[in-house]
């Protein structure tokens, strides 16, 4: 057995708030990484797209044009083309406590839609916008959580130091 005694008052305060700490740094590392996981599907949305072109009389504002536009729509291996920026405006994501960030499409019809981009249908294959951000994103994610924590732990007079792997 180990026996761990202390008479630094001030060391057992600082060592009370990391719990706290840690929650608020992964809280906010989370909340920087939403962020930046729609910034950059939409980044990719905004792409040219090199799927079959079609012709339509709705704008991306979804307002009636008065005529006609041509655009290319998304091959399987791309993220979705915006035509109208319905999927694009109901983009969001959601914190839940200290250990969850959800991250997708939340309006109800559209998050149906957003169903068929990830999965695909019986005539169009998965397009998985919110997959394969999430991936490319994921070095992004840990490096933002763990700054956000560093910063946190920093706040409270615990000095933190890089490890390498």
Known sequence: MIEFKTNNIEFLQQLHKVPTALKRGLRQGADASGKQLIKALVKDMRLPKSGRTYRTSIGKTGKKLRSPRSYNASAPSETPAIVTGEFRRSLGFEVQGSSR?????????????????????????????????????????????????????????????????
């Open 101 to 165: 960030l959800v991250f997708g499409s939340g309006k109800d019809n559209m998050a149906q839609y957003a169903k068929f981009l990830e999965e695909g249908t019986s005539r169009m294959k998965a397009r998985k916008p919110l997959q394969r951000t999430a991936k490319k994103m994921n070095n992004k994610i840990d490096k933002n959580l763990v700054r956000a924590i560093r910063k946190e732990l920093k706040n409270i007079n615990i000095p933190t130091r890089r490890v390498s792997a």
